[in-house]
């Protein structure tokens, strides 16, 4: 069975910040939860921030997903998002959703580019359901850039307001 996968690359800017400050906001349990605050659709959560690990562990509700998705995934889906940050510049993704075939893993960089910082964060996403799986990963394509566009937003505000 041949397996599909989507490649999503989103830069989140931070203008006027160094590569110091967004690193150490990606490592504030208090940023990561303003974040799933502003997030739509979410039931409940938990995140833990050990050192250069953090897990958002959540659970939104399905009641937006399209009928044919909802089938797989039924009327609750769990994500479990862990990040290994090797140094405080660049980190790996694993994104799982226990018990549905689908994985999402790839990278985030922080680099300083002259007017800020810019994170670009490159995902790949895998479904392995056969027929679905490629309009499924598109689905998940389109949330996970919401999602980055949201945290981008949040970050921006986080930055003003703790920098």
Not at 1 to 26: N, W
Not at 126 to 132: A, R, W, Y
């Amino acid at each position: 069975m041949m397996t599909a996968m989507k490649r999503i690359s989103h830069d989140l800017t931070y203008p006027g910040a160094t590569a110091d400050q967004v690193s150490a906001m990606l490592m504030t349990p208090a940023f990561r939860e303003a974040v799933c605050d502003a997030q739509r659709d979410m039931v409940r959560r938990t995140v833990t921030v050990d050192g250069t690990a953090v897990t958002v562990d959540q659970t939104q509700s399905g009641d937006r997903i399209p009928g044919f998705a909802r089938t797989f995934v039924g009327d609750e889906i769990r994500i479990v998002q862990q990040e290994s940050w090797g140094s405080p510049t660049r980190g790996d993704i694993d994104v799982s959703i226990p018990g549905k075939p689908g994985q999402i893993s790839g990278t985030a960089t922080v680099e300083e580019d002259g007017s800020g910082v810019v994170e670009r964060v490159v995902l790949e996403i895998t479904v392995g359901i056969p027929l679905v799986g490629g309009k499924i990963e598109g689905l998940v394509g389109d949330k996970l850039l919401k999602s980055l566009r949201t945290e981008n937003e949040v970050g921006r505000r986080w930055l003003e307001e703790h920098a």
